[in-house]
């Protein structure tokens, strides 16, 4: 039970941590993988667990909805015309 117990505060907490980031500067890069524990979940955790489950729902769609958003100001940007082309030369020789 030890086991379930520190990975669902250890889920609960890293869904909380990008739930608190302010909006598109949550990194769940650095987010661990995990197993679950070989022993089965224990009945008396199924409830905690449900709401960890909730959580991570809810720090998924903030995730998604954070990486859209950070699409749409990419694209923006990249419409955005360079002040030239690096086809073009940078220099004009004028005595040439």
């Known amino acids: 039970m030890d086991e379930w117990t520190a990975l669902l505060d250890r889920l609960e907490h890293d869904a909380e941590r990008i739930l608190a980031a302010a909006p598109g500067t949550a990194d769940a890069a650095d987010l661990a993988p995990w197993t679950p524990p070989a022993a089965p979940l224990p009945p008396a955790l199924a409830d905690r667990a449900r709401q960890v489950v909730e959580l991570q729902r809810t720090a998924m769609e903030r995730t998604r909805t954070d ?30």
């Open 67 to 96: 990486l859209d958003g950070l699409r749409q100001h990419l694209g923006a940007v990249s419409r955005i015309p360079g002040a030239r082309r690096p086809e073009e030369p940078a220099y004009l020789d004028v005595d040439g």
